[in-house]
């Protein structure tokens, strides 16, 4: 997997809007989920979104419902998670994760995905 925050390497303002590349090269879109995980400085980890086109969903934390938005392109073998309104207590370091799981629901929820992405860092001043 490979995590990659566009060419601003991630730092923001407040207010801004940054777009994040997830790419799955050997992945199968049909049969794994794919998930955006942050960690923030001295907090836990994070579930952020999700999306699964096997059990047909798209999840988001509460803290960025109506701000963040994940997609895929299929046929780029990436997912997307664009983000709007960006708040300082967004910075942390955003992971994507795949599942290929039974259940794409739960992995998301437990944070037991199968593979992780090395991480890039998102950093949105005040």
């Known amino acids: 997997l490979m995590c990659s925050a566009g060419v601003w390497g991630g730092l923001v303002q407040a207010g801004g809007s940054l777009r994040l590349s997830c790419v799955t090269s050997?992945?199968?879109?049909?049969?794994?989920?794919v998930g955006w995980f942050r960690r923030a400085p001295g907090k836990e980890r994070e579930g952020v979104s999700c999306?699964?086109?096997?059990?047909?969903?798209?999840l988001y934390a509460d803290s960025v419902k109506g701000r963040f938005t994940i997609s895929s392109d299929n046929a780029k073998n990436t997912v997307y998670l664009q983000m709007n309104c960006l708040k300082p207590e967004d910075t942390a370091v955003y992971y994507c994760?795949?599942?290929?799981?039974?259940?794409?629901?739960?992995?998301?929820?437990?944070?037991?995905?199968?593979?992780w992405g090395k991480g890039t860092l998102v950093t949105v001043s005040s």
């Open positions: 994760a795949v599942a290929n799981s039974v259940s794409h629901y739960y992995s998301f929820y437990s944070g037991s995905m199968n593979y």
């Open positions: 050997g992945f199968i879109f049909d049969d794994y989920a």
């Open positions: 999306i699964s086109r096997r059990e047909r969903f798209t």
